[in-house]
């Protein structure tokens, strides 16, 4: 909610809030509609296919194209979970990897020149990325990585917690953390592609916002949600002309090493 808040105060145009249609997401547009804001609310799941697609022909049909994208879509799993391992990570990969990829996939053909895009990723990636073993590591690090690469290594981590192998074969990580890992190099090599896009000027960054004081964190996290929305916001928001930070991870504004 922090982010929407922030675009409809600096950005001229329509901005939406996308989540699954429920109390908590209508309470949040109240809420912004209550301090004079004007955010628009369109019901979906990233999961659901049909209805990201239902999406991205609204916004073409209604719009033409789209300006500034944020995908700050994710679930984490708490300590307490009743669900398996192997669930956890097949739905936590589900929503956080490929369903912000297939909004991506979607949304993208319909970006103007000039366009902004920011995926949410988390300093959890920084970390986990470290754990894994060399092999591994090796391959998710290569500057040439493909994106169909690392979508056959999401899936490998996925079948591999299937069978309870994952650690054995170099994954000693959270669902969670490999669904960050998947964001950060999703958006290195989307950067990557836009290189050769006829629009100009298309950055796309990834980010930490922070350990934000929010649901997923149990509220145990020490920043605001303003607060945290600051980076991403300043990303969305990046000058047209600007060609640093483009393709990077971010935190604090400023441009990380990562892997």
Not at 17 to 28: G, Q, V, W, Y
Not at 31 to 36: F, K
Not at 155 to 172: F, K, L, M, N
Not at 187 to 192: L, P, V
């Amino acid at each position: 909610m922090a982010i929407v808040r922030g675009l409809c105060r600096v950005f001229p145009g329509d901005v939406y809030l996308t989540a699954p249609d429920s109390e908590e997401a209508m309470n949040a547009i109240d809420q912004l509609r209550s301090e004079g804001l004007g955010p628009k609310f369109y019901p979906l799941d990233i999961t659901d296919k049909v209805e990201v697609e239902k999406f991205g022909e609204f916004l073409k049909n209604y719009y033409g194209d789209i300006d500034i994208l944020v995908n700050n879509a994710g679930i984490a799993y708490k300590p307490d979970t009743v669900e398996s391992f192997k669930t956890q990570a097949e739905m936590t990969c589900r929503t956080n990897f490929y369903g912000t990829l297939h909004v991506c996939e979607t949304l993208f053909p319909i970006l103007s020149s000039h366009a902004r895009v920011v995926n949410i990723s988390s300093d959890v990636s920084k970390i986990a990325i470290r754990m894994c073993s060399e092999k591994i590591r090796s391959h998710l690090t290569d500057p040439n990585l493909t994106m169909e690469e690392l979508k056959e290594m999401v899936d490998s981590y996925v079948r591999a917690t299937r069978s309870g192998t994952q650690v054995e074969e170099g994954w000693p990580i959270t669902p969670y953390a490999l669904s960050k890992i998947g964001i950060t190099l999703m958006t290195f090599i989307q950067q990557r592609e836009f290189l050769n896009d006829v629009r100009p000027g298309i950055v796309v960054n990834t980010c930490c916002p922070g350990f934000v004081n929010t649901i997923m964190t149990s509220h145990r996290g020490t920043l605001s949600p303003d607060e945290g929305a600051d980076t991403p916001l300043y990303l969305a928001t990046l000058p047209r002309n600007t060609n640093i930070p483009c393709g990077n991870y971010v935190t604090n504004r400023k441009i990380q090493p990562w892997g």
